[in-house]
Structure formats: structure tokens, C-alpha cells
């Protein structure tokens, strides 16, 4: 669902700590219409010009709290990621970005549905790879976005 | 019978932040003629699963400023929330449970648990129910029927027992008669063929009529989105869970055989046409003492030709599905619930559909058909 706006179109920056690239970061929604418990939610597909970011390079910031890596969002089993509240993935990538437009791929990967799945036993054992298809609730496809990075950090 | 909404309708204007949750209630209160109730999602509408003391006063200040009434309120079950294991049915009625005293803060008189709720787990939690006096219904969802153990074992159970807190909350969609034209148009922008949705259209009607290739018992146990990705992955690699295998078989060669050279996203498109219910608006007149609310399920209301003003929903059987509950006495609510926003989600928002004007032409069509 919201295909196209699941990322901010104006959010695509890079991350700097300590005067030092780090990464970069987007805003993302989630896509489902009654958000999730955090711990249900298992990272992203993420490809940017054809480089694959796995969920291990990556961590979310949301409720207020500084980002984590959804190793530790897996233990957030009583908070809620709301529907209405713009979450930031960060990605961590030394040097960041380029300057420019940048062709980003892009599946959300949530553990949720309605009730029990055959599956269930697997995923708490291994969860499904972002981008599989499993687990990918109300993004069924991998979207692709067009976003320009909106800062002067890119080099 | 008493009109009301369920805020899901309006989901894509929240997303979008054109509606706040006063807004929407207020629609519901001066733009719907007769239409009072209240229906939620909690995890959509609320800060969950805890909203807060100070929410709670504003939620009732909009109750009584708008004349509206909190009816049913829809809890989901999510049981990998723990993530180190599966919850058993004692935790996810402990789930439950919570959802019960948080729709009772709200004043609500209704909770609907999914259609895949354990029957044990609503049993666990009906003490909980009992005691603050909700009732509580389980959602009859297509491609489920109002015919099987999972309707029935609620009925015998409130008939045994004399229990009239325990019933169900049957959707609309059930009463489909084929897929939608607005999810055929999405299959299409994706890259499925106009014949493979014709094939959907030719398999629902015989599926209604009794003269399909194949049987659905199987299948009608199992959730439409569950489905849909078992059937994907049956196409793909030929396996699936061997009850389904039969009906996923014939559902196969019967696209093969209107579909030339079908893709992957072929099979789904015609796979939709098992996820209808193909139940009797029969059975729900019998079951109208045990029908805690209704959703009024819809996809898309368009112009009913030759009656300029007056709109209708072409794949669904509202005139049936009233009849019966006008039949079985139904005195309860008739909420709306709009779906069909997501069909069109893979657009610009100005291609997409106002979610505002759809429930005014839904409402519009409630009226005429519950009118005396």
C-alpha cells in the first residue's frame, strides 16, 4: 500500500558524526494501516544504485528514542510503531552518498498478519530475508523510488 | 438497523494527514444523514496500547459533541510479538483481554477478534467480556462462509450456554459475487493480462452457480491473504500445504486453459475468484440473533446506470446481504468499511480515490436499501 510514499521524496541525506560521513538516512512510513508492534518489525530490503544494504547495516529511529539496530527493536515487544508516525532508517555506509539522484529499491519486512501461519515456528527460528517476498505484509513488491540526497554532505 | 462508519475507511486520509481522528468523526457525524456509530481499529486510531487518561477525556468530549456512539472496536492477534516464541492461546487471550478493557475506556459496546481467532482464545477472554459487559464477535471475512465449524462452534456454544456476548461480525465481502473491478485494473498497471481477469470473472460465476471445475471447501478455511501467498508459491515451485493442493491444481489448469502462456501474476489474478466465500444470505438471516455488528465491506461505489445520483458496489450482494438481516430481525449496526482506496495506492494521490466522497455514495446506498 502508498507505493510511492513510503519514503519522504525530500528525506534522502547523508548521516555525519563527528564531521565524519557515516552513512545515510530516509524517512519512511510504515504500510500497513494499524502500524505494528516493534518488535514485529524486521528491517528492509534496500538497494541503492545497485548496492544491497542488509538489515545488519541498518537502524531505525523511532518513538523518540535514538536509532537501533532491529536486533535490539526485536526485544521492544510492548512498544508500537503507530501508523501515523514517520520513522528514520539510517544506514551505516562510510562516505555516504553521492550528490545527485539515486535509484533506490525498497521492501518493508514485517512479522505481522492475521494469526497463526504454518510459518510461524521458521520465523521465530529464522526470520524471513527482507526482500524474499516473506514477510512483506502490505509492501507485496519491491518499489523503486527516484531521490535526489538532500544535503551538501555527499561528496 | 442503525448506520455507523469504521474509521478504516478513511485510512489513506490519515496516512496522508487530511483527517485527523476528530475529522473523521465529524464526517461520520454531519455529512452522513442517519449515521451515528463509531467503529475503530485500535491500533490504527489510537496511541496503542495506550492511548492515555488525557485522550480518553477527548475521545468522549468528540462522542458527545458529535452525537456519536463507539460500537465496535476491531483488535488484532500478532503472534510472533515476542519474537523468542509462538504465543500460546493463553497469551494471545491475554491480548485480547487488554483490548477488551481498552475498548471498554472508550466506551465501545462491541470487540471483533479476526476470523482466524482460535475459538479457544475467545472463550478464555469471554469472562473478561462478561464482566465489563462487551460483547464479543468474531469477523465472518470472504473467502471464509457462514456455513463452517468456525461460524458454528460460536452458535452452538451461545445456544448451549444461553451466552449472548459471544457472537459474530460477518463482512460484507462475503457476499461477493466476483473480484472487484477496481483489483482487476491494479492486476492490470502491474502487468496482468485482460483475459486473466476475464478467467476470474468466468470462475466466480461458476463458482456461484455451482457448475466449477473444482472444490473450495479446503480453502475457505484459510484467509484471503494467506492465500494468496500460498497460491503464489504453489506456482512457483508446486508445493503447498496438501489439503489445498487439489483445489490449487484445478484453479491452475483452468487458467491454462483461457490464459495462453499465463505469468505468475496471471495465476493470482485468477486465483481471486476462490477468495470469494460463496455463502447463503440464508444462513445469515438464521444467525441474525447472533450477529454482534456488521461490516459493511466495499471496494468501490459506482453510478448505477440509468439512476444518475444513486451508486452501487457491482461485485458485491447488498441486496441480498440486507434482506437477510432485515428478514432475521437485525437491529444492530451497519458500519461501512471501504477497502477499495488500496487499489489505486500505486498512484499519484490525485489519481486516488477520496475516500470521503466513496463512504457518502455507501452511505447513500445503505439508506435506500434499509429504508422501510
Known amino acids: 500500500m502508498f507505493d510511492n510514499y513510503l519514503i519522504r521524496h525530500d528525506s534522502l541525506k547523508n548521516d555525519v558524526e563527528g564531521g565524519i560521513v557515516a552513512g545515510f538516512s530516509l524517512a519512511v512510513r510504515h504500510a500497513n494501516y494499524r502500524g505494528v508492534f516493534l518488535s514485529l518489525h524486521a528491517g528492509y530490503f534496500l538497494e541503492v544504485d545497485g548496492v544491497e544494504y542488509p538489515v545488519s547495516a541498518q537502524s531505525f529511529e523511532i518513538n523518540g528514542q535514538p536509532p537501533r539496530s532491529f536486533e535490539e527493536t526485536k526485544t521492544a515487544v510492548w512498544e508500537h510503531w503507530d501508523y501515523d508516525d514517520e520513522a528514520i532508517l539510517h544506514i551505516a555506509a562510510p562516505g555516504g552518498l553521492k550528490a545527485g539522484l539515486h535509484i533506490i529499491r525498497f521492501q518493508q519486512c514485517v512479522l505481522a498478519a492475521y494469526g497463526y501461519l504454518p510459518t510461524d515456528e521458521a520465523w521465530v527460528a529464522t526470520p524471513p530475508k527482507p526482500g524474499s517476498g516473506a514477510g512483506s505484509d502490505k509492501t507485496p513488491h519491491i518499489v523503486t523510488y527516484e531521490l535526489s540526497l538532500n544535503d551538501a554532505a555527499g561528496a | 438497523m442503525k448506520l455507523g462508519v469504521s474509521?478504516?475507511?478513511?485510512?489513506?486520509?490519515?496516512?496522508?494527514?487530511?483527517?485527523?481522528?476528530?475529522?473523521?468523526?465529524?464526517?461520520?457525524?454531519?455529512?452522513?444523514?442517519?449515521?451515528?456509530?463509531?467503529?475503530?481499529?485500535?491500533?490504527?486510531?489510537?496511541?496503542?496500547?495506550?492511548?492515555?487518561?488525557?485522550?480518553?477525556?477527548?475521545?468522549?468530549?468528540?462522542?458527545?459533541?458529535?452525537?456519536?456512539?463507539?460500537?465496535?472496536?476491531?483488535?488484532?492477534?500478532?503472534?510472533?510479538?515476542?519474537?523468542?516464541?509462538?504465543?500460546?492461546?493463553?497469551?494471545?487471550?491475554?491480548r485480547l483481554k487488554r483490548d477488551i478493557r481498552l475498548?471498554?475506556?472508550?466506551?465501545?459496546?462491541?470487540?471483533?477478534?479476526?476470523?482466524?481467532?482460535?475459538?479457544?482464545?475467545?472463550?478464555?477472554?469471554?469472562?473478561?467480556?462478561?464482566?465489563?459487559?462487551?460483547?464479543?464477535?468474531?469477523?465472518?471475512?470472504?473467502?471464509?462462509?457462514?456455513?463452517?465449524?468456525?461460524?458454528?462452534?460460536?452458535?452452538?456454544?451461545?445456544?448451549?450456554?444461553?451466552?449472548?456476548?459471544?457472537?459474530?461480525v460477518p463482512d460484507f465481502g462475503i457476499f461477493g459475487t466476483r473480484p472487484s473491478e477496481v483489483l482487476l485494473a491494479w492486476y492490470v498497471r502491474r502487468g496482468a493480462r485482460e483475459a486473466a481477469g476475464d478467467a476470474a470473472v468466468e470462475?466466480?460465476?461458476?463458482?456461484?452457480?455451482?457448475?466449477?471445475?473444482?472444490?473450495?471447501?479446503?480453502?475457505?478455511?484459510?484467509?484471503?491473504?494467506?492465500?494468496?501467498?500460498?497460491?503464489?508459491?504453489?506456482?512457483?515451485?508446486?508445493?503447498?500445504?496438501?489439503?489445498?493442493?487439489?483445489?490449487?491444481?484445478?484453479?491452475?489448469?483452468?487458467?491454462?486453459?483461457?490464459?495462453?502462456?499465463a505469468s505468475a501474476l496471471d495465476y493470482v489474478v485468477v486465483s481471486e475468484a476462490i477468495l470469494l466465500s460463496n455463502?447463503?444470505?440464508?444462513?445469515?438471516?438464521?444467525?441474525?440473533?447472533?450477529?454482534?455488528?456488521?461490516?459493511?465491506?466495499?471496494n468501490y461505489m459506482s453510478e448505477c446506470p440509468g439512476w444518475p445520483g444513486e451508486f452501487q458496489d457491482i461485485a458485491i450482494d447488498y441486496e441480498a446481504g440486507i434482506k437477510a438481516l432485515r428478514d432475521g430481525g437485525y437491529a444492530g449496526y451497519l458500519n461501512s468499511e471501504y477497502e477499495g482506496q488500496r487499489y489505486f495506492q500505486d498512484r499519484t494521490r490525485a489519481e486516488m480515490q477520496s475516500e470521503i466522497e466513496q463512504v457518502r455514495r455507501h452511505q447513500g446506498m445503505l439508506r435506500r436499501l434499509i429504508a422501510p
Open chain 2, 7 to 94: 474509521l478504516y475507511s478513511y485510512q489513506q486520509a490519515q496516512f496522508f494527514k487530511e483527517l485527523s481522528l476528530e475529522d473523521q468523526i465529524r464526517e461520520v457525524s454531519e455529512n452522513l444523514p442517519g449515521a451515528d456509530g463509531i467503529e475503530i481499529i485500535d491500533e490504527m486510531s489510537l496511541h496503542y496500547p495506550d492511548p492515555g487518561l488525557a485522550f480518553i477525556e477527548r475521545w468522549f468530549g468528540w462522542m458527545a459533541r458529535y452525537k456519536t456512539v463507539p460500537v465496535t472496536m476491531d483488535v488484532g492477534m500478532d503472534v510472533l510479538q515476542f519474537r523468542d516464541h509462538v504465543m500460546s492461546h493463553a497469551e494471545c487471550a491475554e
Open chain 2, 103 to 168: 475498548a471498554k475506556s472508550l466506551g465501545f459496546q462491541n470487540v471483533r477478534v479476526l476470523s482466524t481467532c482460535p475459538f479457544e482464545v475467545m472463550l478464555a477472554a469471554l469472562p473478561e467480556a462478561e464482566r465489563l459487559g462487551l460483547k464479543l464477535g468474531k469477523e465472518v471475512h470472504q473467502p471464509m462462509a457462514l456455513e463452517g465449524r468456525q461460524v458454528s462452534e460460536i452458535i452452538e456454544y451461545a445456544q448451549k450456554t444461553g451466552h449472548d456476548l459471544l457472537g459474530i
Open chain 2, 203 to 261: 470462475l466466480a460465476h461458476l463458482l456461484r452457480t455451482g457448475r466449477a471445475p473444482l472444490d473450495f471447501e479446503a480453502v475457505s478455511r484459510q484467509t484471503a491473504g494467506n492465500l494468496r501467498v500460498a497460491f503464489k508459491s504453489f506456482v512457483g515451485t508446486g508445493l503447498c500445504e496438501p489439503e489445498l493442493k487439489p483445489a490449487f491444481e484445478a484453479l491452475k489448469r483452468f487458467a491454462d486453459q483461457r490464459v495462453p502462456m
Open chain 2, 279 to 298: 455463502t447463503s444470505p440464508d444462513t445469515l438471516r438464521q444467525l441474525c440473533p447472533h450477529v454482534v455488528s456488521v461490516h459493511a465491506k466495499f
